[in-house]
């Protein structure tokens, strides 16, 4: 699934998302506002990585699993799935990518400083998603 096609899975889950916020604790225009960011984020890609992207689900949850949150810090994204490099045949179930609203939300107010936060954090979860570890990304300055 090329990102694109993504970007459409992702319209309609963060519709679904919409629709399960009238908790009245987020307002739905906050919700839809950091939306637009995890959409921006993918759409900036530059093409030759958003095209290889493939079957991969991206979607916006309020919180991570507290057993998943590493000690000592705050989890942003998560990738799950198999990395292109490792898959040897398809298919394949689709790799899942979570962004994280609150915590992005609660290291900025300002609205430039968390888009750039959520375009860090997808470009951190796609890389994972073409094989790229951790500690490369330390050594890319892209951790």
């Not at 998560?78 to 939300?105: A, C, F, K, N």
């Not at 750039?116 to 890319?140: M, N, P, S």
């Given at each position: 699934m090329s990102v694109i096609a993504a970007a459409a899975l992702f319209r309609c889950r963060a519709s679904a998302l919409r629709a399960v916020c009238d908790s009245?604790?987020?307002s739905d225009v906050r919700?839809?506002?950091f939306a637009r960011l995890?959409?921006?984020a993918i759409a900036d890609l530059p093409e030759r990585y958003r095209m290889r992207v493939r079957n991969v689900e991206i979607v916006i949850e309020d919180d991570p699993d507290p057993e998943r949150a590493p000690e000592g810090g705050e989890l942003l994204g998560l990738y799950e799935?198999?990395?292109?490099t490792e898959r040897r045949e398809e298919p394949w179930l689709p790799d899942r990518i979570s962004i994280y609203r609150r915590p992005i939300e609660a290291m900025s107010s300002s609205p430039q400083v968390q888009a750039k936060i959520v375009r860090d954090t997808v470009i951190h979860e796609i890389a994972h998603h073409f094989?790229?570890?951790d500690e490369r990304l330390d050594e890319l300055g892209r951790s």
């Amino acid at each position: 699934m090329s990102v694109i096609a993504a970007a459409a899975l992702f319209r309609c889950r963060a519709s679904a998302l919409r629709a399960v916020c009238d908790s009245g604790r987020v307002s739905d225009v906050r919700r839809a506002r950091f939306a637009r960011l995890v959409r921006r984020a993918i759409a900036d890609l530059p093409e030759r990585y958003r095209m290889r992207v493939r079957n991969v689900e991206i979607v916006i949850e309020d919180d991570p699993d507290p057993e998943r949150a590493p000690e000592g810090g705050e989890l942003l994204g998560l990738y799950e799935g198999v990395p292109l490099t490792e898959r040897r045949e398809e298919p394949w179930l689709p790799d899942r990518i979570s962004i994280y609203r609150r915590p992005i939300e609660a290291m900025s107010s300002s609205p430039q400083v968390q888009a750039k936060i959520v375009r860090d954090t997808v470009i951190h979860e796609i890389a994972h998603h073409f094989g790229i570890t951790d500690e490369r990304l330390d050594e890319l300055g892209r951790s």
